[in-house]
């Protein structure tokens, strides 16, 4: 059974930082991509960045470049996502995700599990 639990999320003053966790188990970690989204109030559900479980590769949106930052750790089975530079526009419930085999991408349903979400709110 797959299961990922997401944590780290709270308040935090726009230009600060945070580093949200996932702790991943089930999967088979050496095909697999964890997925970041975010969805904010009467939005629908963002595409933050990916990483490749096997290879390392990443892969971010835009709005986030240079400011977040994916990385995970093997023994622990743990993906993070350190943000910086936070702007009160990144306000949002933010979730891990994971799908099987290669391959980065930014569709959701894509990925067939996820957490249950972590909010993140950043005051101006």
């Known amino acids: 059974q797959v299961q990922l639990v997401e944590s780290g999320g709270g308040l935090v003053q726009a230009g600060g930082s945070l580093r949200l966790s996932c702790a991943a188990s089930g999967l088979t970690f050496s095909s697999a991509v964890m997925g970041w989204f975010r969805q904010a109030p009467g939005k629908e559900r963002e595409f933050v960045g990916a990483i490749d479980w096997s290879g390392g590769a990443t892969f971010y949106v835009d709005s986030v470049k240079g400011r977040f930052t994916i990385s995970k750790d093997n023994a622990k089975n743990i993906v993070y996502l350190q943000m910086n530079s936070l702007r009160p526009e990144d306000t949002a419930d933010y979730y891990c995700?994971?799908?099987?085999?290669?391959?980065?991408?930014?569709?959701?349903?894509?990925?067939?599990?996820w957490g249950q979400g972590t909010q993140v709110t950043v005051s101006s």
């Open positions: 995700a994971a799908k099987r085999g290669y391959g980065l991408t930014v569709e959701p349903l894509r990925y067939i599990y």
